[in-house]
């Protein structure tokens, strides 16, 4: 067709987005029950989502005929209040990934650079590809974790963003208050610094404070997201913590109704499901231990995880991959990242976790 010879230069180098496969694609794909399936792939909550949360999208279902409240004005009053921050320093996006689009809308171009880590989520790479900019990897410190002082360096004129993926996935690696506070103490006022906190409800270790950062004035945006922690990954709520004046610019790009009238009851509702958040963790640190002492025993290198999810060397990953997903268990291959010797393994609850474990014996020895 003539109309593809058309296509903007930018999307056309853009290869999508390779998700953790779901479950129901690889119960037609083997011919096996869905229920016979384990999903470690994508971090999500093994626990399924908050009762209080479902009850609430019970009671919005009756709702549906309406248009979602743009603004989402409960669930911002209820986070401005839990962050001690203005309900204008909020921004919400169809899932956290949908703020990554608006920051690229609002600061990627041809001629401007982005920075990030080599091995971080690959969404920054895919949005500045998508506006056209110029992305800097920069590699990893010994144990994959963030290079604060070298993300600093590679920092130059035309850089207007660098992203800070924390606790960073895929390499479940943390970074500390100290070196974030060193890498922002220099950094150019016309660089905006994001920090990506997806798993910030349910981390293995304490997370930096970097609010603070805000509330001195600094160009920061700090992302968190219901799909992870709150177990609402299915319907795609997150937001964006900044400065008054950034949250209107960002808001700019957003669609009226982008986050929908049963995301925004179901997350208000989790909000107040501290049970629920308190068992998460639980079962994060229980399944940690469960599953490194597996790895230890294996003999098979790790990375200690700082949020539900563990990266695993195993050799050929795709390979390994294939492997554990004839038995049942679909885990994520890492090449896409940039480390095909590594699968990435999502902390499920117990019995998941001794699947796993069965069926990487099964796979290894
Ligand atoms: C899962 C994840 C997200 C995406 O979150 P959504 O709110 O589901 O869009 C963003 N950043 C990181 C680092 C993630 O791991």
């Known amino acids: 067709m003539k109309i593809l010879e058309d296509i903007n230069a930018s999307v056309c180098g853009i290869s999508p987005y390779q998700p953790g496969r779901p479950i129901e694609e690889v119960s037609r794909e083997l011919g096996m029950e869905p229920e016979a399936l384990v999903k470690l792939a994508s971090n999500e909550s093994p626990l399924g989502p908050s009762k209080k949360a479902v009850r609430a999208m019970k009671k919005a279902a009756a709702d549906m005929h309406r248009y979602p409240e743009g603004g989402a004005w409960y669930l911002r009053r209820k986070l401005a209040e839990l962050h001690g921050i203005d309900p204008g320093q909020l921004v919400f996006g169809n899932g956290s990934n949908e703020l990554i689009e608006f920051i690229a809308h609002c600061f990627v171009r041809p001629g401007r650079s982005v920075v990030a880590s080599a091995h971080a989520f690959v969404i920054y790479k895919l949005m500045t590809a998508m506006f056209g900019g110029d992305f800097i990897e920069v590699p990893m410190k010994e144990g994959l974790v963030h290079d604060l002082r070298a993300m600093r360096n590679a920092v130059r004129e035309d850089t207007k963003v660098v ?6 996935n895929p390499t479940g690696t943390m970074v500390k208050n100290r070196d974030i506070r ?4 220099d950094m150019p006022e016309d660089v905006l610094v994001v920090f990506d906190e997806a798993y910030a409800e349910i981390t293995l270790k304490r997370m930096p404070d970097t609010m603070s950062y805000i509330s001195e004035g600094r160009p920061v945006v700090v ?3 219901f799909s992870k922690a709150y177990g609402l990954a299915g319907l795609r709520i997150g ?3 900044t400065s008054a004046g950034l949250a209107a610019v960002l808001e700019k790009p957003r669609q009226p109704f982008n986050t929908n009238r049963m995301a925004q009851a179901a ?3 989790a909000l107040d499901d501290r049970a629920y958040i308190r068992r ?3 079962t994060y640190r229980e399944g940690a231990r469960q599953l490194i002492s597996c ?3 294996l003999g098979l290198e790790y990375i200690p995880p700082a949020a539900n999810f563990v990266l695993l060397k195993v050799g050929d990953g795709d390979a390994v991959f294939g492997e554990l997903q004839k038995l049942g268990l679909i885990v994520r291959p890492m090449a896409g990242y940039g480390l095909p010797e590594w699968i990435r393994i999502s902390i499920g609850t117990e019995e998941e976790n001794e699947r ?3 069926a990487l014996c099964g796979v290894l020895e």
């Open 163 to 168: 992203f800070i993926c924390n606790p960073n």
């Open 182 to 185: 060193g890498f922002m103490k």
């Open 223 to 225: 992302l968190r997201s």
């Open 239 to 241: 937001y964006g913590i």
């Open 267 to 269: 997350a208000l509702a």
């Open 280 to 282: 998460s963790r639980k």
């Open 295 to 297: 790895f230890e025993r």
């Open 356 to 358: 796993c474990i069965r």
